[in-house]
């Protein structure tokens, strides 16, 4: 009889072991689906704002085989003043200049900071931006006469995130991401002489 009693509550103990491993385990699938459906919404999301983008602006290039001819058009990121002037020329043109900001809005970010950030890196290198300032400062030449600063500002107002931003918010993102570029030149040049 005792014996009994040890297989029953050893049954028990192994039993409640069980339960709580699947417990345990519905724990993270709920996660997990909870993740999964926060994502699921995202990209129904980004694909609902591209197609409103589509409807809303026929002349947003669709066609695949133009769109590859276009992109073809530019060498990303821009590291000298020369080729800057001939990609300002290029934008001039506005079917070039809408299919750079339907393009540069679908780079994303969670926020207008992360969304203004990724567009100028894909852009600009470091060492072209550190010549300029948002208004020409310091001797610096004016980021906001160039034609590519109002594509960022359109591909950054393209975007669900970016809808609301008023222009102050663009600029101080702006301000900031010129501020630093320079340092950045300098944090990169220390990191290649340390290499060397």
């Not at 994502?39 to 999301?45: F, G, P, V």
């Not at 894909?122 to 010549?131: E, G, M, Y």
């Not at 809808?163 to 918010?169: A, H, I, L, T």
């Amino acid at each position: 009889m005792i014996i009994l009693i040890i297989q029953l509550i050893t049954f028990c103990i192994d039993t409640q072991k069980l339960l709580k491993s699947l417990l345990r385990n519905m724990v993270y699938l709920q996660t997990d689906i909870k993740h999964i459906s926060m994502m699921q919404t995202e990209i129904l999301s980004k694909l609902d704002d591209c197609r409103s983008n589509n409807i809303k602006d026929s002349s947003y290039k669709t066609c695949s085989s133009n769109n590859e001819f276009l992109a073809d058009d530019f060498n990303w990121p821009i590291n000298d003043m020369q080729y800057l002037e001939v990609n300002e020329e290029k934008i001039i043109d506005k079917n070039i200049r809408n299919y750079l900001v339907n393009d540069l809005s679908n780079l994303g970010g969670n926020s207008v900071k992360s969304i203004t950030k990724r567009i100028l890196y894909k852009l600009f290198t470091d060492n072209l931006l550190s010549n300029f300032s948002l208004t020409g400062k310091k001797g610096k030449q004016k980021f906001c006469k160039l034609n590519l600063c109002s594509v960022i500002f359109d591909a950054v107002m393209h975007q669900k995130k970016g809808k609301n931003v008023d222009q102050n918010e663009m600029e101080e993102r702006f301000k900031y991401h010129l501020a630093q570029a320079p340092f950045n030149v300098k944090r990169f040049n220390i990191k290649i002489s340390e290499n060397k």
